[in-house]
T-cell receptor, first 113, second 112 residues
């Protein structure tokens, strides 16, 4: 089955700096890669996703890049703010392979004011 | 409002006493799933369903059962709970495998 590894497990940045979280996946047939944000005590919420037919996607301060050859994808947050502090999860799945969505282990992002 | 509703939010039970966590979605999604979240282990998929009467095991199915008799409901059943099933459980639904999940609010289960 799919295996998703996520790094780093914790990340501390100063407000206004950029943050980058990286994930690698094992199944070369995976073609859908969502990112979730989970604030303390809350449910995971989808913040951005990318499909394998594109290499990059942006939404305001958030961007995701995908390198299919290397089997890795990354989340980039620019101009970080204290409210970006949360745990971020990457995930991967393959269309047509059932309903399996495999998550990475999570990254705790702390943005210091 | 489009949502996934799971109940209860908190549950403390004793070893061996059967329990059910309910999950319902109002988005007409085909796909539903249960995850458990444990510190240091992230989100692990327990069971999933791709349609009514179609369910399959995820990564950690032992000790759990599910059913999908109606499209909107996907209950999680623990026939004989044990302390190692103490965890935070999330129900989720999505349109298909090319879309992300919408998660419920979570159920914090403690088995003593």
């Amino acid at each position: 089955g799919e295996n998703v590894e996520q790094h780093p497990s914790t990340l501390s940045v100063q407000e206004g700096d950029s943050a980058v979280i990286k994930c690698t996946y094992s199944d070369s047939a995976s073609n859908y890669f969502p990112w979730y944000k989970q604030e303390l005590g809350k449910r995971p919420q989808l913040i951005i996703d990318i499909r394998s037919n594109v290499g990059e996607k942006k939404d305001q301060r958030i961007a995701v890049t995908l390198n299919k050859t290397a089997k890795h994808f990354s989340l980039h947050i620019t101009e970080t703010q204290p409210e970006d502090s949360a745990v971020y999860f990457c995930a991967a799945s393959r269309f047509g392979a059932g309903n399996m969505l495999t998550f990475g282990g999570g990254t705790r992002l702390m943005v210091k004011p | 409002e489009a949502q996934v509703t799971q109940n209860p939010r908190y549950l403390i039970t004793v070893t061996g006493k059967k329990l059910t966590v309910t999950c319902s979605q109002n988005m007409n999604h085909e796909y539903m799933s249960w995850y458990r979240q444990d510190p240091g282990l992230g989100l692990r998929q327990i069971y999933y369903s791709m349609n009514v009467e179609v369910t399959d095991k995820g990564d950690v199915p032992e000790g759990y059962k599910v059913s999908r008799k109606e499209k909107r409901n996907f209950p999680l059943i623990l026939e004989s709970p044990s302390p190692n099933q103490t965890s935070l459980y999330f129900c989720a639904s999505r349109r298909d495998s090319n879309y992300g999940y919408t998660f419920g609010s979570g159920t914090r289960l403690t088995v003593v």
